[in-house]
């Protein structure tokens, strides 16, 4: 039996922790999805209180009277071979199941076919949310699960065609603070190595590459730019087309790790020396025995970003539903590796 609170009896409350604590029942349910924006101060005292009363959030529950009742949370991918993926789902995770729910993975190997039926797939079993990756700017099968009542947030690129909640990666600041210190080590043919061009993520990597060159007073040359690469042994083909140029590059910028893994086994084999910058930041880096330039940023934070965004419109009921969408941009930093 719970605590007799004011005549009452049986669990307690978020009303109940909010009135230990002293503040409303919104800051209380706030403190409770991890919102960031709360003091800490505040913070701390709703979770005492909540721990003083055995407070237990039942998300699954509230989903059940909401019509819904899985406590399901669909996550949609596009490659879960890349590591960023695997960082991306932790993040979600850990947030998600602090609620009561459970993460489904389901992976598209960057086909929106495959996409269309996994997410129509997550929409039948009626998940309480989803969160995309989308494979490309055709979005229409996101619309339709949003407007159906399902929320939906988008990771690392932003909804095409409808609105959503996203959270989005420094892109273009992140490619062209890596460019730039390329440049300011005497580079002026520098490759680039990128992904299809309908990914949102390798477009804006492209942009920041572009700017470096042309605030430097460097001309673009399209001879250096391969795109449409997704696995190392791709980027190794591509990045040894580049090194056999008669005005071969001097250094190559990768759009993500999967062209920096290939980038650097094509380099391994050629004659001269080459610089190589690439985005995400990646185990063993460190120990590859040359120069290296990394975009870094906190991939689990991405997938938290993503999951507070989504249990924050679960727990906010219909007037939640209804409010602006939200974009979070989290930032990058440069890493080097070697001398």
Request: hydrophobic share 40%; charged share 25%.
């Amino acid at each position: 039996m719970g605590e007799s609170r004011g005549g009452r009896s049986g669990p307690p409350t978020l009303r109940d922790v909010a009135e230990r604590a002293e503040v409303s029942a919104m800051t209380a349910s706030r403190v409770l999805r991890d919102d960031p924006r709360v003091l800490p101060a505040t913070r701390d005292r709703v979770r005492a209180a909540a721990a003083e009363l055995g407070y237990r959030p039942n998300e699954v529950a509230r989903s059940l009277r909401r019509g819904r009742g899985t406590g399901l949370v669909g996550l949609v991918v596009t490659n879960l071979a890349n590591p960023f993926y695997s960082r991306l789902a932790l993040g979600v995770d850990s947030v998600v199941a602090g609620h009561g729910l459970k993460t489904v993975i389901g992976n598209t190997a960057q086909d929106l076919d495959r996409e269309r039926e996994l997410v129509d797939d997550l929409v039948a079993r009626r998940v309480d949310g989803i969160i995309a990756v989308p494979a490309g700017a055709e979005q229409r099968h996101l619309a339709a699960a949003a407007a159906g009542g399902v929320p939906v947030v988008l990771a690392s690129r932003p909804p095409e065609g409808f609105t959503a909640d996203c959270v989005l990666v420094d892109d273009f600041g992140g490619a062209r603070a890596a460019v730039r210190r390329l440049l300011a080590r005497g580079h002026r043919r520098i490759g680039f190595l990128g992904s299809p061009p309908a990914v949102h993520t390798g477009t804006q990597r492209l942009r920041g590459y572009a700017a470096a060159l042309r605030e430097a007073g460097v001309e673009a040359d399209d001879d250096l730019v391969r795109l449409g690469q997704t696995e190392p042994a791709e980027a190794t083909r591509a990045a040894a087309e580049l090194l056999a140029l008669d005005a071969a590059p001097t250094a190559l910028f990768c759009s993500n790790n999967r062209n920096t893994i290939g980038a650097f086994r094509a380099i391994r084999e050629h004659t001269a020396t080459i610089a190589l910058a690439g985005f995400d930041d990646f185990e063993l880096a460190d120990v590859l025995g040359l120069p290296l330039t990394l975009v870094a940023y906190d991939s689990d934070e991405l997938g938290r970003a993503a999951g507070r965004l989504l249990v924050d419109r679960l727990g906010s009921g219909q007037e939640g539903q209804d409010a602006p969408a939200r974009r979070t941009v989290v930032p990058t930093s440069l890493v080097e590796y070697g001398s």
